[in-house]
């Protein structure tokens, strides 16, 4: 069960990547002259770099190189960090770790004396300095049992098995709760005015469902949106527009009641799952006093048969009892006839309640348009085959190259008895050429180029 959450969305590992990216594009900006942010593939080559450096300095604290060749314009650069000069750079970042320990702690309602364990998952908690953090405000050790990386992908492939009809797995309980407060807005049309209420307020359990009862005479329209927009990470608050259809008066012209089923999902998606309202017919014929008091009398005899079960099982037990349990009897019945002897009550009319399911128009605020939708499914197929055929392309450079290394090794090995020194020595320097292409004029040449390089290589080897 889920007691509540907080986070900072704008923190993590990749911020301190950042940190590091920013400080060697300033170095090697001086020392080699480069502009590293205007070639992207040089940038990313260096992100990548510095999260490498980043992990080795959790394990490590003394200078550590960092040396990339070729890097940016047929350069070399190198550079070095420590653990101690990374985490002086990194001191604004450590300071956010904090508030979101704190923040959850006051949500819950709860003291650091009361927390048991601490398990942190997550590659960047395995920075030092944030792991030395998160121990300092619990006061105590954290523990690491977990798996930090996989954590997160083991718990969503088991949510995906169990939610999956073709896995068979042990059911878990599950109470999740909603992070961002959901409310609901509609036109009142007694007062002219919009209303608003907070049906889901923040850290409420999910799954889960309400009720809510409106009296109208029209279809309305509910405006769902999460209350609190500066927690969110989108700018837009609003979430969809439910239309409630075919709600009509009573026979009388009073508003009619409808009840609007509202739910939070297992994956935290708010929706308007029904909505009915509720008919009122009342009936011509009235009901006749006797068949009311015949009524009240079945009842009170229930009570009697009750008490009479009661009675007889205290006589088994104790046979004294039996004239006062038989005079118990004889006044409760005597009270039954009294009552039937009563003037009969004024007719009443009889009503009756029906219960109709009304249409619900969803209007989300967020929903792709089908036209594009299929754009979008179009654009992703044509993406497949790219890469379809940027894999065939690359196989057929792989091949050439595999072909290149293996006739080399086996003209020097287990071909060298059977070929003549002037062949070896012609189709040697033809795998050199051909190696040299490679890396040269054959780098990006079309899938066909390289599949007749290879046949043109086969013909001599």
Known sequence: ????????????????????????????GKKYKLDIKSK??????????????KKLMSANASDLPMNIE?????????????????????????ARVEPPLRSVLDQARLRKEDIFAVEIVGGTTRIPA???????????????????????ARGCALQCALLSPAFKVREFSITDLIPYPISLRWNSPAEDSLCDCE???????????????????????????????KELPYPDPAIAHFLVQKVTPQTDGSSSKVKVKVRVNIHGIFSVSS?????????DENEEPMETDQHAKEEEKMQVDEEQQKAEEQQQNQPKNKAESEEMETCQADSKDKKVDQPPQAKKAKVKTTTVDLPIENQLVWQIG???????????????????????????????????????????????????????????????DTEIWLYEDGEDQPKQVYIDKLAELKVSG
């Not at 069960?1 to 090697?28: I, M, N, P, Q, S």
């Not at 940016?72 to 985490?87: A, P, Y």
């Not at 792991?131 to 990386?149: H, M, P, Q, R, W």
């Open 199 to 229: 049906v889901f307020p923040k850290n409420h359990p999910a799954p889960f469902s309400k009720v809510l009862t409106f009296y109208r005479k029209e279809p309305f329209t509910l405006e769902a949106y999460y209350s609190s927009p």
């Open 275 to 283: 909505a009915s309202l509720v008919e009122v017919h009342k009936s």
């Open 370 to 432: 089908k036209d594009m939708l299929n754009l979008f499914i179009e654009n992703e197929g044509k993406m497949i085959m790219q890469d379809k055929l940027e894999k065939e392309r690359n196989d057929a450079k792989n091949a050439v190259e595999e072909y290149v290394y293996e006739m080399r090794d086996k003209l020097c090995g287990v071909y060298e008895k059977f070929v003549s020194e002037d062949d070896r020595n012609s189709f040697t320097l033809k795998l050199e």
């Open 40 to 53: 992207i593939r040089a940038l990313l080559r260096l992100y990548q770099e510095c999260e490498r450096l």
């Open 70 to 94: 070729c890097f940016m314009n047929d350069i070399d650069v190198s550079g070095t960090m420590n653990r101690s000069k990374f985490l002086e750079m990194c001191e604004g970042l450590l």
């Open 1 to 28: 069960k889920v007691l509540a959450t907080a986070f900072d969305t704008t923190l993590g590992g990749r911020k301190f990547d950042e940190v590091l990216v920013e400080y060697f594009c300033e170095e090697f």
């Open 130 to 152: 944030v792991k030395e953090k998160i121990s300092k405000f619990f006061g105590k050790e954290v523990s690491t049992t977990l798996n930090a990386d996989e954590a997160v």
